[in-house]
């Protein structure tokens, strides 16, 4: 478990999207300061300005929240073919998805502070499983409510102890 956490900081949660109510409610009862992006752009602005725990990212948030995720946690350079290929180019069309283009700084910027912080994923069909990306793919979890609730999960994961070589969740 984080020693910040452990020390009784709340834990700051980025939600891009939307989220069961039941599950936002016990994350705020459990201690959680949730800050909410409404879409991907505003999310890729607040990474780049803001310390966050762990990112929450529901798959159909307005601008596809997993596409944010890859454009976010790609590797290298692969992530400027990502941007191009969703959201076009320089001087071409600025909206495609719905969603604007980031801002370069922006993505740089969330890119460098929020390498390793962990990226839950809730699932798309509403089912069972959710991700935990951390730097992908060596360090992806497919975790399921049943065995680890997705607010424990939420409140726990820790990027050193997911990177670590045990690889099990705090």
């Known amino acids: 478990m984080d020693r910040r956490f452990r020390a009784g900081r709340p834990r700051q949660v980025l939600l891009v999207g939307e989220l069961p109510a039941s599950e ?26 803001t310390d966050f725990d762990v990112v929450v990212v529901d798959p159909f948030a307005t601008g596809n929240g997993l596409d944010f995720v ?19 180019s320089r001087g071409s069309t600025p909206f495609l998805r719905g969603a604007r283009l980031p801002n370069e700084e922006a993505l ?37 409510r049943r065995l680890l609730p997705l607010a424990t999960a939420v409140l726990t994961v820790d990027a050193a102890t997911l990177l670590g070589t045990s690889g099990a969740m705090a």
């Open 70 to 88: 890859t454009a976010v946690k790609e590797g290298d350079d692969a992530h400027l073919h990502t941007v191009a290929t969703l959201y076009g």
């Open 24 to 49: 936002r409610l016990e994350l705020t009862e459990r201690g959680a300061v949730i800050t909410d992006a409404l879409d991907t752009h505003a999310a890729f602005e607040l990474l780049a300005s």
């Open 108 to 144: 740089a910027a969330g890119r460098v502070r929020h390498r390793t912080t962990p990226f839950v994923v809730l699932p798309a069909d509403g089912g069972d499983q959710y991700a935990i990306v951390v730097v992908p793919p060596e360090a992806t979890f497919l975790k399921s």
